[in-house]
Nanobody, 122 residues
């Protein structure tokens, strides 16, 4: 059974910083792309940032460019999202996503974490 478990959410003041972590656990052969999404109340889930496995190439939503940084620790199957200069519009439930293979000759499968609440408010 593969699980993605997020941590690090909470309440932060505007202009503040927060760091999210997400670790994939279970029987895993290889983790490919990892990403963070978020969903605000009444809104659709949106992509925040992605990061590749080998090159570490990252992409960001325009709304977070220059403020958020995605990174990963491959041996730990962990992805991070460092959020800085946060604004109230960043308030949402943040979800971790990973494409991974559970076996050497298996197929890529898509997994999601349970989500962690991030609230930006004074």
């Amino acid at each position: 059974q593969v699980r993605l478990v997020e941590s690090g959410g909470g309440l932060v003041q505007p202009g503040g910083s927060l760091r999210l972590s997400c670790t994939a656990s279970g029987i895993i052969f290889m983790v490919n792309n990892m990403a963070w999404y978020r969903q605000a109340p009444g809104e659709e889930r949106e992509l925040v940032a992605t990061i590749g496995s080998s090159t570490g190439t990252s992409h960001y939503a325009n709304s977070v460019k220059g403020r958020f940084t995605i990174s990963r620790d491959n041996p730990k199957n962990t992805v991070y999202l460092q959020m800085s200069r946060m604004i109230p519009e960043d308030t949402a439930v943040y979800y971790c996503n990973a494409d991974l293979m559970r076996a050497r000759y298996g197929r890529l499968e898509d997994y999601w974490g349970q989500g962690t609440q991030v609230t930006v408010s004074s």
